[in-house]
């Protein structure tokens, strides 16, 4: 069975970090592109970073660009999100996602295979 299985999350001041984490299983992993994906209380879904199936390409949306890292280990088959400066503008829950790509390098956040079960970030005092 093809799974995605997060962990981490959880409540965190405003200005504090957090690390969640993804870990793949039945399907080969080191093909595939890793999206993080979150949603907000009211507000749909969005892609804040990708990273490529060889782990040297990665992407970030605007608004996380230089407080969130994404990083990837093929031969664990995870994936970590580490978020940093964090503000109650990131409260989500958040999502992991592989899509497989027929390049090593570059990443999308569309047409992804697999999903995992979310995980809650709040950011609040």
């Known amino acids: 069975q093809s799974q995605l299985v997060q962990s981490g999350g959880g409540l965190v001041q405003p200005g504090g970090s957090l690390t969640l984490s993804c870990a793949a299983s039945?399907?080969?992993?080191?093909?595939?592109?890793i999206a993080w994906f979150r949603q907000a209380p009211g507000k749909e879904r969005e892609g804040i970073s990708c990273?490529?199936?060889?782990?040297?390409?990665?992407n970030y949306r605007d608004s996380v660009k230089g407080r969130f890292a994404v990083s990837r280990d093929n031969a664990k088959s995870s994936v970590t999100l580490q978020m940093s400066s964090l503000e109650p503008e990131d409260t989500a829950v958040y999502y992991c996602?592989?899509?497989?790509?027929?390049?090593?390098?570059?990443?999308?956040?569309?047409?992804?295979?697999?999903w995992g079960k979310g995980t809650l970030v709040n950011v609040s005092s």
């Open positions: 996602a592989a899509g497989q790509h027929g390049r090593t390098e570059g990443c999308f956040y569309y047409g992804m295979d697999y």
């Open positions: 039945g399907f080969s992993f080191q093909y595939f592109v």
């Open positions: 990273i490529s199936p060889s782990g040297g390409f990665t």
